[in-house]
């Protein structure tokens, strides 16, 4: 009898105990869900700081390394190569003889204009003569003189040619191919040599539109090169292109003095410095992200009391993916950069970050 009312006590502290617990999970559990349902009526977003900085707008533009100067030396005249005094590597100054062409013909030909020379002073010489005393007429001599001209200028020509047959480096540099062979016949514009100059590149890029009127002819420019890490290069300004391309993007090119390290086809990088001082210092910037319907509508939501307040502010320049603020804040607060489609004036939001 003991045993059984002992077992009954034990059994009704048990069923007490359950109850208790399953009272105290309900009570638990109502509160999640009451907390879960206050988060669903808000918005989740991302914010940012409005804050005062100074904006660095220095521009980069990647680019290649062309030499200064290129040139296919061509031949001038028809003939057979006699032979090649330079090779692919060699240096060569302006105007050193890299091949010559068979002349054998063309000093023919000068001999014979040199002798039709001879022949037209002399007969000039009898018609001057004989017009003083009368003998001939004024024509005769005029066709005379016509003659001498003729037979003088034919000389100089055939001297040209011979002058061709030595075919001469029109530029100062390195002989980057050679295309011609002792023996071989070439015509007038049959390349046969590329020659390149080094001694100072041209680093050419494409600056943006944006970007175009903060640079200047003559500036100084910094440039870093892929293949030598450890080495920073100055050069200069040369050219900017008046025209832009299909993509409003501005060649412009960049001279470097070179000291044999660079080799044209490099790829580098230009910094083109285009700080101008206090007008950069100070600047309350927001991110253009946080711009409903782009940066040109000029409104943007920020926190307000765990609300999204739609705020109109008055903007400046644009750097890069940040937006100069002129009015419409004073700093400090929290602007939201990301959820805004959902967003609406008065909204409750949950910030993220």
Known sequence: MKKTLIYIIVAAV??????????????????????????????????????????????????????????NQSADISGRVVSVFAKEGSRVGAGQVLATIKRDAIEVDVTQAQNTLQNAIIDNQRYENAYKTGGVTKQQVDNSRLQLKNAQAAVRAQRVKINDTSVRAGISGTINKRMVEPGMVVSPGTPLFEIVNINSLKLSVLVDESQVGRIQIGQQVSINVNALPDETFSGKITF?????????????????????????????TALFKTNYGAENQNLLTVPAAAFVNGVSSGQLFIVQNGTAKLTTVKTGKVYGDKVQIISGLNGGEQVITSGQINLENGAKINIVK
């Open 14 to 71: 048990l069923i007490g105990l359950g109850a208790y617990k399953i009272s105290s999970n309900k009570k638990q559990q109502e509160t999640e869900v009451k907390e879960v349902a206050k988060q669903v009526d808000k918005i989740n977003v991302n914010v940012v700081t409005a804050t005062r900085e100074n904006i660095n707008t220095d521009y980069s533009a990647n680019g290649t390394f062309i030499p200064k100067q290129e040139t």
């Open 240 to 268: 900017i292109a008046p025209k832009s391309d299909a993509s409003l993007n501005f060649p412009v090119e960049v001279e470097v003095s070179n000291n044999g390290q660079l080799k044209a086809g490099m790829y580098g």
